[in-house]
C-alpha cells in the first residue's frame, strides 16, 4: 500500500519538447480563463458557474467531441455534469475527472483550475483516437463544501446514476490541484504524525492517491507515469478514514463500488494559498503540470490499451 512500483524520478529534467511547450501554452489559457477572466464558480456565483461550464464545452466542442451536459437540481437551480465519450472494442470505461467549481471566497485558479486545465487537454490529445477500452471525460460540478461529501455532489449524483445504468468503470481518476510545486525542504506537511518518515519532505512531486481497494489501480498508473514522467511522484494506498485521502470525487466513485484514485500536489498539505483568495494563477509552476499531464497521457493510453 505504500511502497509503489517503478522509481520517482530524480535530478534534472530535459528542457520541455515544442510538444510539451504547446501543452503549456494551454494550460496557463485554460487557468487563467477560469481562475481569473471567469473567477469564483459556484451556487453563489451561478452566473460564473454556467460561464465556467460553458467554457468547458466551448473547448471540448472544439476538440472534436460531442458533449453531453448531464442536470441535476440543487437549491432551485439547475446544474451540470459535462461528460465526452470516445466508445472503445470493450465496455470497460477509463474515466478522468476533474470538478470545475472553486470553494466559496476563492477563484480557484490551482483548485481546480488546474484540474481542469489538465482534463480538457488530455481529452483534446485523446479526441478521435482509437482505444481497446472505452475513454470518459467528466467535469463536475459542487465538489467543493457544503456539498462536499455529500449526496449533492455533483459526482457523487454522476456516480450513482452509472451504476444505475450498469456502467463499468475500471478506472476513476481525479484531476485534483495539480499546480503548486516547492524545492525548499520542510514545504510538504501530513495529515498524520508518521507519514514524514516515510515521504519526502520536500513539496516538489505529483502525489497518487486511493483508498486501500483501489491499490491494483493506484499501482499500475504510477508504474507507467513513472516510465516515462520526469517529475518526482509518490503514491499510497491508504485508509479512506485518513485525512486528505478521500478529498475529491474519487470519493464519490468509492461510495458506488468503482475504484479510483487522486492525482493531486496534495494543495491543503503544502499550498499557502488553499481555499482562498489568493489563489491565483501566478502561483502556479506551469512547467511542473506539464510534466504531469504529459506523464498522465501516457498513464491513461495504457490503462485504455491493456
Avoid at 144 to 149: A, K, L, N, V
Avoid at 285 to 297: I, K, P, Q
Wanted: with cysteine; hydrophobic share 35%; aromatic share 10%.
Amino acid at each position: 500500500m505504500i511502497r509503489m512500483p517503478g522509481e520517482s524520478f530524480q535530478g534534472t529534467a530535459s528542457p520541455l519538447t515544442p510538444a510539451e511547450e504547446a501543452l503549456r501554452v494551454e494550460l496557463i489559457i485554460h487557468v487563467q480563463t477560469l481562475g481569473s477572466e471567469i473567477g469564483e464558480r459556484n451556487l453563489a456565483h451561478y452566473p460564473q458557474l454556467l460561464s465556467a461550464a460553458q467554457y468547458i464545452e466551448d473547448q471540448l466542442s472544439q476538440a472534436g467531441w460531442k458533449v453531453r451536459w448531464d442536470e441535476y437540481q440543487l437549491q432551485a437551480k439547475s446544474c451540470y455534469n459535462l461528460e465526452v465519450e470516445l466508445t472503445g472494442a470493450s465496455p470497460q470505461i477509463v474515466l478522468i475527472g476533474a470538478h470545475y467549481d472553486s470553494v466559496f471566497g476563492s477563484p480557484g485558479a490551482n483548485d481546480n483550475g488546474s484540474g481542469v486545465a489538465a482534463l480538457l487537454a488530455l481529452a483534446e490529445r485523446f479526441a478521435g483516437s482509437q482505444n481497446r477500452k472505452t475513454l470518459r471525460f467528466v467535469a463536475f460540478v459542487n465538489e467543493e463544501p457544503h456539498y462536499f461529501q455529500t449526496s449533492q455532489m455533483g459526482s457523487y449524483v454522476y456516480a450513482e446514476r452509472c451504476r444505475k445504468r450498469g456502467d463499468q468503470i475500471e478506472a476513476m481518476i481525479s484531476l485534483e490541484t495539480i499546480g503548486y510545486y516547492s524545492s525548499q525542504p520542510g514545504s510538504q506537511h501530513y495529515p498524520l504524525p508518521g507519514l514524514n518518515l516515510i515521504y519526502p519532505g520536500t513539496g516538489n512531486f505529483i502525489g497518487f492517491v486511493g483508498n486501500v481497494g483501489s491499490r491494483a489501480l493506484l499501482r499500475e498508473v504510477i508504474r507507467e507515469f513513472r516510465r516515462h514522467a520526469q517529475i518526482p511522484s509518490e503514491g499510497g494506498a491508504l485508509p479512506a478514514a485518513v485525512p486528505g485521502v478521500g478529498w475529491s470525487d474519487q470519493w464519490s466513485f468509492w461510495e458506488h463500488g468503482y475504484p479510483g484514485i487522486m492525482v493531486t500536489d496534495t494543495a491543503p498539505f503544502r499550498y499557502p494559498y488553499y481555499h482562498s483568495a489568493s489563489d491565483t494563477p501566478d502561483k502556479l509552476d506551469y512547467e511542473s503540470m506539464t510534466r504531469v499531464v504529459a506523464g498522465l497521457e501516457r498513464a491513461i493510453r495504457h490503462l485504455a490499451n491493456p
